[in-house]
Each structure stands twice: as structure tokens, then as C-alpha cells.
């Protein structure tokens, strides 16, 4: 029995040895979904819109032509040779914004393109940040299955190997029974995991946009990539690279520009227009053309709107002013509390790996020893196979929880973070462990 349950334990190592660090299978699925989502799609086709929204702002409206017969007798609405002031015009007239006004709202434009621009870059972020989360999920549960399945078999040969002891009048009925209720756990726990599987896979294929029943292959190449990196480097790195921040600095420039725009409404705006008449001899009239010339301009009076304006402008760039400071200030936050859940999901990891499940192993193996000569109970040996499995998965979960944390990390910073060191293998077996 106690060869058994020792070839189980090195059986289940070895799976897990077989894990190496090959990143390339996550960045084609990450690549996959940023290429084929439906929602950045929507981003970029918004993105365009406001870039061709940008190249109409600024210019000046259309001229105005104009045709009219003026001064015509009613009499005879068609006899343009009757009377000396009759004639035929035609006409053009250009609005003119005060000078200055194109400018700036051109520029104001491009500067709510630009901001759309670093959404859409944000959003392209947040969907690879939520891409890895759902694939390390879908990895604790891929590990967390065969170990539950492996400590199926070994309590069915305990059953078995108690049954026997209990025929021979060396254990207790209840041992067999308690035995049986832990077996019957591990089957609901395997239940369990098998449709949160289903589930993981469906919300993973939607992110791919991927039909949601696709099948999606055992994810086994994870391993953590530990990072060496202050504070103080990562919030440089994110006041760098992180679309938000930029997005939201777009939006502060879009402000000024926009109370540039509200001061200059002050001022009148012009309308410069030329008619030409064209008149038939009348009798003893020689029926000379003439034209018009004319500027007119609208009278800046109502004060209360345009201050309105320029203080609706103010709060614009008050507001994005104060959020991109509250964004800083979260940026830096969400890092150092990431740097403490990186630091000691990284420790718990390397503790399972090279003291616990070592040292669980050989308290089961010696639990087995001492109950095959009685001087052990079943409930000894039992709880240290548990034990056991227990760690085992929580090993696997720090190395989950890490690698999510890592994720979330390149979500606040902007920006893929690579291991500065060599990582530690995902090898339960290189701290002494059997």
C-alpha cells in the first residue's frame, strides 16, 4: 500500500515537472482576440469617426449664391426694359468666424480624436488583462482535475486496502465509511470543477469571439514570471505608457482649447457679400450696371451665454485635470498593493514547493507506515492525505493568483511586463519534494 501511494505522489511530480515556461500559446490567443473582438472593432470605427469628424472642424461654411430680379413692376413682373431700376442680380456671400475661431476648433477636434485614440488603446488593454485573468483561471482548474482525480484513485485503493484490514478485524467500519465520504467529496469537487470548466471556456471563447462551445486544450505552460521593480519605476513606466493617462491629458488640452474657443465668441463673427445687377436701357436711360459690396456682422451682446461658455469650458478642464490626478494617484496605489500580492503569492508558492508538500509527503508516508503495524489510526492517514492534496492545489493556486496579479499589474501600467530574473520552475519536485 505504502509503495502505492508513493508511486501516486511521484507520478503526480512528474506531471507537474512536465510544466516548462512557453508564453508564445497565451500572446497567440491575446493577439487572437485583440485582432477578431467585436468591441474594439466599435472602438476604432469610433476612433475613425472622430479623426474625420476633426478633418470638417475648422472649415469654412459653403458660399452663398443668389439669383433675384429686384425692383420689377408688378404690372408686367417680366418687362425688365420699363422701368430704370428694374435688373437682374446675382449674388455670393461668405461667412467668416473671427479670426483665430477655425483654429482653435480644429484643434479641439483633434485633440477629442486623440482621446478617443487612447480609449480605444485602454480598451485594447483591458481586454488583454481580462484574456490572461480567464486563461490562468482556466489553468488552476486544468491543474486542480487531475489532482482530484488522482486522490480519487489513491481512496479507492485505501478503501480497498481498509476493507481488507476490517475483514481481518484490524480496523474499524467507521474507517471505511469515512473513507467513503471523502471519496464521495472529491467526486462533488470534481463535478464541480469540470462545469466551472465549461464555463471558464465559454467566457474565454466569447473574449477570442469564438463560438462558445469550441473546445479549448488543456492550458499546463504556465509559470511564474517574478518581477523585480519599485514603485516609484512602475508609476514612471505608467505616467509613460498608460492610455488612460494620456486619454485624460488629451481631454485636459481639449479643455483649454475649448475656453480659448469660449473667450473668442466675443468677438463677431463676419459676412462678406457681392452682388452684381445687370439693367436694360429704359427710353432715355442708359440702363449702367451696378453692384453691391457689403460687410455685416452679428453683435455680441448677449454677455451671459458667452460667459456660460467660458466657464462650461473651465469646468471641462477642471474636471479632466482632476481625474487624471485621481488616476495617478489609483495608478499608484493598485501598484504597490499588486507589488505586496505578487511578493507574497510568489513566497507562498516557493513555500509549498520546496517545505510543505515535501514535508506532507513524507508525514503521510510515515502516517502509512505506522497504521500497517497499529500504532497509527486510519484517521491519522486519512487526514494526511488530505493534507497532501490540499497543498497540492494551493500550490497551484498561489502560482494563479500570482500570475493574475501580474496581469492586473500590466493593466495599471500600460504595458507587457517581462521577468527581470529567472523565473523559478513550475516544479514541485526541485525543493526535495518526492
Not at 469610433?46 to 404690372?75: C, H, T, V, Y
Not at 463677431?268 to 440702363?287: I, K, L, S, T, W
Not at 489609483?330 to 505578487?342: F, G, K, P, Y
Request: glycine fraction near 4%.
Amino acid at each position: 500500500m505504502r509503495t502505492y501511494l508513493s508511486a501516486m505522489l511521484v507520478m503526480a511530480l512528474c506531471t507537474v515537472s512536465a510544466m516548462a515556461a512557453d508564453p508564445s500559446e497565451l500572446t497567440a490567443m491575446v493577439e487572437e482576440g485583440l485582432a477578431k473582438n467585436p468591441e474594439l472593432h466599435a472602438g476604432q470605427a469610433r476612433w475613425d469617426m472622430l479623426r474625420e469628424k476633426a478633418a470638417q472642424a475648422g472649415s469654412l461654411d459653403d458660399p452663398m449664391l443668389m439669383f433675384k430680379i429686384q425692383n420689377a413692376l408688378i404690372k408686367d413682373p417680366l418687362a425688365f426694359d420699363k422701368e430704370a431700376m428694374t435688373g437682374k442680380v446675382i449674388g455670393i456671400s461668405q461667412q467668416i468666424p473671427f479670426a483665430g475661431k477655425r483654429a482653435l476648433a480644429r484643434k479641439a477636434a483633434d485633440q477629442e480624436a486623440e482621446a478617443e485614440r487612447w480609449q480605444f488603446e485602454e480598451r485594447r488593454i483591458e481586454l488583454t488583462r481580462m484574456i490572461k485573468e480567464n486563461y490562468y483561471r482556466i489553468y488552476y482548474v486544468d491543474q486542480s482535475l487531475p489532482i482530484v482525480a488522482r486522490n480519487i484513485q489513491v481512496l479507492d485503493d485505501l478503501i480497498r486496502f481498509t476493507e481488507t484490514m476490517y475483514g481481518v478485524g484490524k480496523a474499524l467500519q467507521q474507517d471505511v465509511l469515512k473513507a467513503q465520504v471523502e471519496r464521495s467529496k472529491m467526486e462533488d469537487m470534481q463535478i464541480a470543477l469540470r462545469q466551472q470548466r465549461r464555463s471558464l471556456a465559454a467566457a474565454f471563447n466569447s473574449l477570442l469571439y469564438r463560438p462558445a462551445e469550441n473546445d479549448l486544450p488543456t492550458v499546463r505552460n504556465v509559470t511564474m514570471a517574478p518581477l523585480s521593480a519599485s514603485i516609484d519605476e512602475l508609476a514612471n513606466v505608467a505616467q509613460e505608457k498608460r492610455p488612460l493617462i494620456k486619454g485624460l491629458a488629451a481631454q485636459v488640452e481639449k479643455g483649454k482649447t475649448s475656453q480659448a474657443l469660449a473667450q473668442k465668441e466675443y468677438y463677431p463673427d463676419f459676412n462678406v457679400a457681392f452682388e452684381y445687377m445687370q439693367r436694360d436701357p429704359v427710353m432715355d436711360e442708359p440702363g449702367d450696371d451696378m453692384y453691391s459690396l457689403g460687410v455685416t456682422f452679428n453683435l455680441p451682446i448677449n454677455r451671459q451665454r458667452r460667459h456660460a461658455m467660458v466657464a462650461e469650458a473651465m469646468a471641462e478642464t477642471n474636471m479632466a485635470t482632476q481625474e487624471l490626478n485621481m488616476l495617478r494617484n489609483t495608478i499608484r496605489q493598485n501598484i504597490a498593493d499588486s507589488l505586496a500580492r505578487l511578493e507574497r503569492s510568489r513566497r507562498m508558492a516557493e513555500l509549498y514547493q520546496t517545505a510543505i508538500i515535501p514535508q506532507a509527503t513524507g508525514a503521510l508516508d510515515a502516517a502509512m507506515a505506522a497504521y500497517r503495524v497499529g500504532k497509527a489510526d486510519f484517521m491519522n492517514v486519512l487526514d494526511s492525505r488530505m493534507a497532501l492534496f490540499n497543498y497540492e492545489r494551493q500550490y497551484f493556486e498561489a502560482v494563479t493568483e500570482h500570475q493574475m496579479v501580474l496581469a492586473q499589474l500590466e493593466g495599471v501600467v500600460g504595458v507587457t511586463l517581462p521577468p527581470v530574473e529567472t523565473p523559478p520552475s513550475g516544479d514541485l519536485n526541485a525543493g526535495g519534494g518526492k
